[in-house]
């Protein structure tokens, strides 16, 4: 099915690897162009190499960016529309989220520190963005963690951070909702990426095997799976959709997935 995308312009945070790199490769098989950003330079420019041999170079742009500086949320906002075309139709804000601590860990410089690098990201973003969103409409959609709604020790950032954004994102889109402009947040389970390999490492007694033991469905993601949602609802066929904040997680919002027998189930 022909989700409306093709020709269009997108711009995906975090595009290098994981969630970023799955809905880049997601958008453009759908006929878009993409341009992704992450940090460090040498992987964005493998992951930029990697989609323009599968969909043309001419349909791909990588750049390097720190996401929590302002100069370089403009500098790819600028770099997209001189590569790409005088509008902007869909904004992917995605990243890693803040370090994993415990509330009695968090200064105040770590608290302003995660509000500026995440929070503020997409403040930015949709600043510089929003104005090259033409009048046929756009989407801005929104990637943050499903641990806003299950908190768990050491995430407080995290949660912090990601409930400011929904709160961003709900307002926004009734701000901007007569434009033909739609915000949705995507709220992420546990999928098989190397930001969740890292938080493995560093905690052994945990496997992807143990966590997708905990998920009702039996186990955790694929990027693929979370990207083909974000393929359809930044499509302008759901245009009508706007303000939702979705999980991603195989059920692991709605509940732990164990079972208990009754006394005569057996």
């Not at 975090?14 to 460090?40: C, P, Q």
């Not at 500098?75 to 902007?88: I, K, N, W, Y």
């Not at 302008?236 to 009754?262: E, H, K, Q, Y």
């Amino acid at each position: 099915m022909d989700v409306g995308l093709t020709g269009k312009v997108a711009i995906v945070g975090g595009g290098s690897d994981g969630l970023g790199y799955a809905i880049a490769d997601r958008l453009l098989k759908e006929g878009a162009n993409v341009t992704i950003f992450a940090r460090r330079a040498e992987k964005v420019t493998a992951a930029a190499h990697r989609l323009a041999g599968a969909y043309g170079e001419e349909k791909v742009l990588g750049l390097a960016a720190d996401c929590s500086a302002d100069t370089d949320i403009e500098r790819v906002t600028a770099s997209t529309l001189e590569r790409f075309g005088p509008a902007v139709h869909v904004l992917v804000t995605n990243d890693g989220g803040p370090p994993i601590r415990r509330i009695s860990e968090l200064t105040d410089e770590a608290w302003l520190k995660a509000f500026e690098r995440h929070f503020f990201y997409v403040v930015r973003s949709v600043r510089a963005t929003l104005p090259y969103m033409t009048t046929e409409g756009g989407s801005i959609l929104n990637v943050v963690s499903g641990v806003v709604e299950r908190p768990a020790v050491g995430m407080a950032a995290s949660v912090g951070v990601w409930s400011a954004v929904i709160g961003y994102a709900k307002t926004l889109a009734l701000e901007v909702a007569r434009q033909n402009i739609n915000v949705n947040t995507l709220l992420s389970g546990f999928f098989d990426t190397a930001l969740l390999g890292g938080m493995l490492a560093r905690q052994p007694e945990l496997s992807k095997t143990g966590l997708g033991n905990g998920v009702p469905m039996g186990r955790i993601g694929e990027p693929r799976e979370f990207a083909d949602l974000v393929g359809a609802l930044v499509s302008p066929n759901l245009r009508f959709v706007t303000g939702a904040v979705i999980p991603v997680d195989g059920g692991a919002g709605i509940g732990m997935g164990a079972s208990f027998d009754s006394p005569t189930s057996k």
